[in-house]
């Protein structure tokens, strides 16, 4: 089992810049790929970044390229550099943990196990 706790979000205006955290714990953490959801109000929770357990292979939405990178820190963090923001990236931010890149990126939202408590991210226009 692994515990995540996001951090670094907050109030930006559009065009700003915000650095999430996802802080885990948990000797198995550095087996696991990771992954960045974002939760808007009224809709379905949505994979914007994600990152396998070597760092080697990384997933970006469409919405996101070019805006947003995700990297694995050190032995126990996660990050996701977010620029060029928009008033569409406003949500609640969590943070993921499973065995492989593939499930994050193939597995119904819902079915996920290991999640953060999210972090919010506003961005005014």
């Known amino acids: 089992q692994v515990q995540l706790v996001e951090s670094g979000g907050g109030l930006v205006q559009a065009g700003g810049s915000l650095r999430l955290s996802c802080a885990a714990s948990?000797?198995?953490?550095?087996?696991?790929?990771m992954g960045w959801f974002r939760q808007a109000p009224g809709k379905e929770r949505e994979l914007v970044a994600a990152?396998?357990?070597?760092?080697?292979?990384t997933y970006y939405a469409d919405s996101v390229k070019g805006r947003f990178t995700i990297s694995r820190d050190n032995a126990n963090t996660v990050s996701l550099q977010m620029k060029d923001l928009t008033p569409e990236d406003t949500a609640v931010y969590y943070c993921?943990?499973?065995?492989?890149?593939?499930?994050?990126?193939?597995?119904?939202?819902?079915?996920?196990?290991?999640w953060g408590q999210g972090t919010q991210v506003t961005v005014s226009s």
């Open positions: 993921n943990a499973e065995k492989s890149i593939i499930i994050i990126r193939t597995t119904e939202w819902t079915r996920l196990t290991n």
């Open positions: 990152v396998s357990w070597s760092g080697g292979t």
């Open positions: 948990g000797r198995t953490f550095m087996s696991y790929a």
